[in-house]
């Protein structure tokens, strides 16, 4: 019987080096003797391994120029397509989902959850980095990753630790995906020897109550070309952003529709958060949404803008529009911090600010990330140990559980 995958066969080729010039065209440096011959190895170019599979060119990084480690790495990618096409596992290597189809499937599951192309492509991106490096080591199967693998992907990102951190993230999202999907037992990606640790740089900041006061109280002097209706938006949008938590780009399209009385007293709100397709789910005070309702648009499908534009470029620039001002209102209500410093203030801010409210009051961390839509990894790094008086109740309840 044929088989329904073809084993792909893995080839070295060299990228030979090319004659350098001057600007006037003399030859001052010789490129490779070899240069057209692609499949003659033994120079010390740049090696890359190139396969077809289902008809597509695949060409990675050999991360070398030595001919010979070049032909290992090729004979071990060779085997876990072989491994993985047979069924038959590799000693310590289990068989299961190939990298590249679990890489596939998860984007694709993002897509479907009303992900942007935007954060789609970003993930994409880092998704196919960390692809590379595995697939330039022979992992060619989810289950052939350790948590050593992943470190040593971590230990070689650049960049600042912000964004070192996001792609970690990234990657313990899809390996968490591959769990969910029974591809593997647990996920390899979620050690806090790969998380990298908040070094304060990037400490979350919230405003306190007195702070947000002052903030609500500046919207009116915010001046220049903003409109009275503009600034009655503005201020609905801060009260939307300090009781929900919602990112800046869910408070500013959200639907009319999405708030719901329950009767008590109190308004559900419940949407998908469009950076991540995350559910949020999330109670308000019927007088807080009352407030709000007043200065957004008085009827409409949209709170706050007559509609929402469907290009991506449209969209970010409105999103950016809202930030602006936003920053404009900071800047205008002159916000201190508890040491009389400058406090610069962020849209982020008002989400910073309903988790920090959120933790103080006793929620337990997995119940605060449902709310605002985000992984307890992210939440849990970025806030847990930041809560003071969440630590000090945790104190109180030990000393009355010792005595």
């Known amino acids: 019987m044929k088989k329904a995958r073809l084993i792909p066969t893995v080839t070295v080729y060299s990228r030979h080096r090319l004659d350098k010039k001057d600007k006037h065209g003399k030859i001052t440096e010789k490129g490779c003797k070899w240069l057209g011959q692609d499949t003659r190895i033994g120079c010390d170019c740049p090696k890359m391994l190139v396969w077809y599979r289902d008809g597509k060119l695949h060409r990675q990084t050999a991360d ?35 990298l590249e189809d679990a890489v596939a499937d998860f984007l694709q599951s993002k897509q479907q959850n009303n992900l942007t192309l935007k ?15 595995a697939l330039a080591r022979g992992l060619v199967m989810v289950s052939d990753i350790r948590t050593e693998h ?35 037992a647990r996920n390899v990606a979620r050690a806090q020897s790969i998380i990298f ?34 600034r009655r938006k503005l201020r609905a949008l801060v009260l939307l952003m300090r009781w929900t938590g919602l990112a800046i780009r869910d408070a500013v399209t959200i639907e009319r529709a999405r708030f719901q009385k329950n009767g008590n007293g109190f308004t559900n709100l419940f949407l998908h958060r ?72 962020t849209s982020h801010g008002l989400r910073h600010t309903f988790v920090f409210w959120c933790l103080n009051k006793g929620m337990p961390t997995e119940d605060v990330a449902a709310l605002i839509g985000d992984s307890l990894p992210i939440v849990a ?21 010792l005595r």
Request: proline fraction near 4%; include cysteine.
């Open 64 to 98: 070398t120029c030595d001919g010979a480690v070049a032909e290992t790495k090729a004979r071990e990618l060779q085997e876990g397509f072989t491994a993985a096409a047979s069924g038959t596992p590799r000693p310590d290597k289990p068989t299961g989902k190939l």
């Open 197 to 230: 640790k908040n070094n304060g740089a990037q400490q979350p900041k919230a405003l306190t109550d007195a702070q947000f006061e002052i903030l609500l109280a500046a919207v009116p002097k915010v001046n220049g070309k903003t409109a009275d209706d503009q």
């Open 119 to 133: 954060h789609v492509g970003k993930l994409q991106f880092e998704l196919r980095e960390f692809s590379k490096f």
């Open 274 to 345: 469009a950076k991540t397709g995350h559910p949020v789910y999330c109670t308000v005070r019927d007088e807080i949404v009352a407030e709000i309702f007043a200065g957004a648009n008085p009827e409409g499908r949209w709170l706050f803008v007559d509609s929402v534009p469907s290009g991506e470029r449209e969209l970010d620039n409105l999103i950016r529009s809202w930030g602006d001002l936003m920053s404009k209102l900071g800047r205008v209500a002159d916000l201190k911090d508890e040491n009389g410093q400058p406090f610069h203030f």
């Open 150 to 184: 992943v470190l040593a992907w971590r230990n070689l990102l650049e960049g600042g630790q912000n964004t070192k951190s996001k792609k970690v993230f990234s990657v313990i999202g899809f390996f968490e995906f591959c769990v969910e999907m029974g591809w593997i």
């Open 381 to 401: 790094q970025h806030y847990s140990a930041w809560i003071t008086g969440r630590q000090e109740r945790l104190s109180e309840r030990m000393i009355a559980a």
